[in-house]
């Protein structure tokens, strides 16, 4: 069982390096379970994060529970597919990458001034879908 969990790490931190090289706007990908707890993550090559490394568990933590209370309206609008939030010095996004109890985020940030969403849509979640099985 030990090694079942150690490969499922090593695929989720390999995922967060390869969504990365998708586009060099990309500063940070990590991925969270549904409690919140960050399981994997990636920094791009040479950035010097914002937040300290306690500041981004609790961000992981807040985006899955702001996740999770979206689920209230899911059966009028749908399933969350990513959420986006503009700050100053970065852009923060949450995409769902499974559903139900179990469920994983990814979380993004992206330089300023970068079109998150247009990424998102053209380079991140056709990529999600081929290596994600639901």
């Known amino acids: 069982m030990a090694n079942n969990l150690k490969a499922e790490e090593q695929k989720l931190q390999k995922l967060c390096q390869d969504i990365l090289s998708k586009d060099t706007s990309i500063r940070f990908a990590g991925i ?6 960050l399981v994997a993550s990636s920094y791009r ?3 010097v994060p914002l937040m300290t490394n306690s500041d981004t568990e ?6 899955v529970t702001r996740a999770l ?6 059966s ?3 399933g969350l597919r990513y959420a986006i939030g503009v700050y100053d010095k970065l852009v923060r996004a949450t ?3 499974s559903s139900g109890n179990h469920g994983f985020y990814l979380l ?8 998150a969403a247009g990424i998102i849509e053209r380079k991140i979640l056709p990529h ?3 290596v994600v099985r639901p």
Do not use: P, V
């Open 58 to 63: 609790q961000y992981a933590l807040e985006a």
């Open 32 to 37: 969270a379970n549904h409690l919140g707890r």
């Open 95 to 97: 995409i769902a990458m």
């Open 108 to 115: 993004l940030s992206f330089d300023t001034g970068c079109d």
């Open 128 to 130: 999600i879908s081929q």
């Open 69 to 74: 209370m979206r689920e209230t309206f899911q």
């Open 76 to 78: 009028k609008i749908g």
């Open 45 to 47: 090559s040479g950035l």
